[in-house]
């Protein structure tokens, strides 16, 4: 016995926040690229610059993360029933997928100019750049921490950011050595800081898009998702199966961007009484139970009594 249709929540503040959180975020990134290019191209740093271009790509990836959000929010269309929320995890592992194409070249850059003996890099000029960049950076990721509940492109916009942080770090330690070293015996080092800076910037950041690539391929091939979505869910199904006397269903769990699919398959005996009432019953107080802002929940219940149905 199938439930026709599936039970959608809804959510209204959570998607203007979502568009909210990446348009500061995209301005932010913009802002600190045509700062980042300018000032690396006048003190000669090629991490700065590295900063600028990054920051760049952060504004480009923004704007394709706005597109797919207001996509997603249109809901279902005739041409695509089940709505558009694929493309959250499709952005954000394109997300991934250019910066890791950044950090690989960067790297390969950086080689090449610690091979022919380091940069002539301002230090002074590139550590006070380090300094506000850091600060900058920041405020955006908390800004964006505190959006991002419910979002997975907010997510992946504070995962940059926390990204850009870690990189503002690594140039203010660098460059703050950098200016030390320019005052002692060992001055001849500090040419190199500028791109063994970038190599270290790298090693740093990749850890993470490889984390947001994992992630968006696993709910694009339909994997389960994390504990933190699956144990409420299984938790509420096992209060909802004993207060009904229902048996222990087939469960299944997916997640795309915010919507949550939930299919549970009871196989009951013939002539015992249960009707749709009772499926209705189950989806009604799951969906209560599990609705939250943020997130969409499509749960269909079946009752049937073919042992070969959830083979």
């Not at 439930?3 to 348009?23: M, W, Y």
């Not at 990189?167 to 001849?188: D, E, K, N, P, Q």
Request: proline share 5%; hydrophobic share 50%.
């Amino acid at each position: 016995m199938s439930v026709p249709g599936a039970s959608k929540g809804t959510v209204d503040d959570p998607a203007r926040r979502e568009v909210l959180g990446l348009r500061l975020s995209a301005a932010g990134a913009l802002v600190l690229a045509g700062v980042g290019i300018v000032w690396g191209w006048a003190v000669s740093s090629q991490v700065i610059l590295f900063d600028g271009l990054y920051s760049l790509i952060g504004f480009v990836l923004a704007g394709f993360a706005l597109r797919a959000a207001a996509l997603v929010e249109q809901g279902p269309t005739p041409h695509y029933p089940f709505g558009r929320e694929a493309l959250a995890p499709l952005v954000v592992a394109v997300q991934a997928l250019v910066l890791l194409g950044t950090f690989g070249y960067a790297a390969v850059d950086a080689v090449g100019v610690i091979l022919v003996g380091g940069s002539q890099t301002e230090v002074g000029p590139a550590l006070a750049y380090s300094v506000l960049s850091l600060v900058a950076c920041i405020a955006a990721y908390l800004v964006l921490v505190r959006m991002q509940e419910g979002s997975d492109l907010l997510a992946a916009e504070a995962v940059q950011w926390r990204a850009s942080v870690v990189l503002g770090v690594a140039m203010t330690i660098g460059f703050g050595v950098a200016v030390a070293l320019t005052r002692t015996a060992w001055s001849g080092a500090a040419p190199y800081m500028d791109p063994v800076l970038v190599l270290v910037a790298a090693a740093l950041i990749l850890p993470a898009p490889i984390r947001m690539l994992r992630q968006s391929f696993r709910e694009l091939l339909e994997g389960v998702p994390g504990e933190e979505i699956t144990d409420p869910i299984h938790a509420a199904i096992d209060r909802a199966r004993a207060d009904s006397g229902l048996p222990q269903p087939t469960v299944r769990v997916g997640k795309l961007g915010r919507k949550v699919y939930l299919e549970l398959d009871f196989l009951v005996g013939e002539g015992e009484g249960w009707t749709v009432d009772h499926a209705d019953q189950v989806r009604r107080r799951l969906l209560t139970e599990l609705s939250e802002p943020g997130r969409l929940m499509w749960i269909n219940v079946e009752l049937h009594t073919d042992p070969a149905w959830d083979a």
